[in-house]
Each structure stands twice: as C-alpha cells, then as structure tokens.
T-cell receptor, first 114, second 109 residues
Framework: NAGVTQTPKFRILKIGQSMTLQCTQD?????MYWYRQDPGMGLKLIYY???????DKGEVPNGYNVSRSTTEDFPLRLELAAPSQTSVYFC?????????????FGSGTRLTVV | QQPVQSPQAVILREGEDAVINCSSS?????VHWYRQKHGEAPVFLMI?????EQKGHEKISASFNEKKQQSSLYLTASQLSYSGTYFC??????????FGAGTTVTVRA
C-alpha cells in the first residue's frame, strides 16, 4: 500500500499566486486532515474531513480552502499566497474505531512564498 | 487548545532513560505519541485511551492519567535510533488531534 501520497514535495510561490496541494490515500480511511508545521513548532490543524462531501475548519483555516469529493482525495487550495503561508504541509488520514487508530501522514509539501 | 510538553529538549547517551511529559487543561479521550525524524513525516508510535493503560513500542512505553489529563512517554535504554522529535497529540471526542510543540531527543554514542 502507498498509504498517504502528497504532491508536490517542494514548491516556491510568488506572493499573490495560488496553488493546490494534492493528497491521496489508498487505505479507505474516512477521516483526513491538513496540518501545517512551522520551523521548530508543532503541527497546527488547518482543515479536516470526516467523509466525502464533509469538511470543517481547524485552528488556522484562513487563506485556505478544501474539498472532499471522494474518500481518497483531499486537496488543499491556497488562494493569494502570503509569506506567512511559508511552511511544511502534512496531510494525514485515520480510521477511528479500528483498534489503534493512529494517523498516517504523507511525506509533506515544503512551500516557500516569496 | 494545544497540550503542553516538557522538556523542550533532552540529550542522552546510549543506554540512558528519559521521560517526556504531556499535559492538557481539557478532559481527554485519548493521547497519541508520534516521532518525527528531521525532514520526515511524523510516525505513529502508540495511542492511549481513557482508562490509565500503559502501552509499549520496543523499549518505549507510555502512560495516561486521565484524572490529571497527563501522559508520559518513557524512553528506556535509549538507542541511537530513538533520536528525533517526539510529539504528543491529544484528542477529545471529535477525532481531531491537537499537537504539543514537541520534545527533541538527541541520543549520543
């Protein structure tokens, strides 16, 4: 199994540009999450989804949007990129109720806004 | 609300022990522990549910005191491979994790 796949791995954006970070999981997990991690810091929840068609805001949703049209895919959209969005973005998935339901994380997208 | 982890960093020699603490001001349903190596994604170590159970992963174990809303991670007889940043994630009843700021563990030969 591939687990959680994120693309791209690296990206440099200019201020005001937009982009979509892709996230796909093949574990049939209902729950998916987007976190950002700033240098030396913990992870902050941006958005999450409990199933196809259902999304909700986390702690730091401003400047981002998400959609969940299928169980597998959970893309994160950045509109009008700002330097404050320079960070490493992690997508994760989980399936609560199936024993030890830890999160499986993707390998991350390192984004720099200049 | 994010949990508080302590210490921020610890340096160990191989074979030494360490304890990492995680506390929350809110009632918790579970506590997760993850380890992140530099430049990599966090990797799930273990989950502790309400009930004060203790779990283990290799020579790493953890406990959860639900009355105090505290969890501790125990690194026993540390190995070089234990180096990394350890995060606790606390979960209430909505399957969303709030992560602590992390504890950086450096194990030296």
């Amino acid at each position: 199994n591939a687990g959680v796949t994120q693309t791209p791995k690296f990206r440099i954006l200019k201020i005001g540009q937009s982009m979509t970070l892709q996230c796909t999981q093949d574990m049939n997990h209902n729950y998916m999450y987007w976190y950002r991690q700033d240098p030396g810091m913990g992870l902050k929840l941006i958005y999450y989804s409990v199933g196809a068609g259902i999304t909700d805001k986390g702690e730091v949703p401003n400047g981002y949007n998400v959609s969940r049209s299928t169980t597998e895919d959970f893309p994160l959209r950045l509109e009008l990129a700002a330097p404050s969005q320079t960070s490493v973005y992690f997508c994760a998935s989980s399936q609560p109720g199936q024993g030890a339901h830890g999160y499986t994380f993707g390998s991350g997208t390192r984004l720099t806004v200049v | 609300q994010q949990p508080v982890q302590s210490p921020q960093a610890v340096i160990l020699r191989e074979g030494e022990d360490a304890v990492i603490n995680c506390s929350s001001s809110k009632a918790l349903y579970s506590v997760h522990w993850y380890r992140q190596k530099h430049g990599e994604a966090p990797v799930f170590l273990m989950i502790l549910l309400k009930g004060g159970e203790q779990k283990g992963h290799e020579k790493i174990s953890a406990s959860f005191n639900e009355k105090k809303q505290q969890s501790s991670l125990y690194l026993t007889a540390s190995q070089l491979s234990y180096s990394g940043t350890y995060f606790c994630g606390t979960e209430r009843t909505d399957y969303k994790l709030s992560f602590g700021a992390g504890t950086t563990v450096t194990v030296r030969a």
